[in-house]
């Protein structure tokens, strides 16, 4: 998954999402020599499980804040 500059999605923070999550994913701007360094995850697919990618797709939503007006 590639992000493009203006994506939304902060792959640093879903990648400590996805490891806290026990999904292990590698931020691609360490394995790109571009300058400056495309923005996205490196995700390994050959063990994947159902309950994997389910873990892995809540990663892309921010974590909730507690609403404090309660």
Do not use: H, I, K, N
């Not at 292990?24 to 995850?41: K, M």
């Not at 939503?61 to 007006?69: G, K, N, W």
């Amino acid at each position: 998954m590639a992000a493009g500059p203006d994506a939304a999605v902060d792959p640093a923070a879903v990648g400590r999402r996805a490891r806290a999550a026990g999904v292990t994913v590698e931020d691609l701007a360490s394995c790109c020599a571009a300058d400056p360094p495309r923005r996205g995850l490196v995700l390994g697919y050959g063990a994947v499980t159902t309950d994997g990618m389910r873990r892995l797709a809540s990663c892309f939503r921010p974590p909730e804040v507690p609403d404090s007006r309660a």
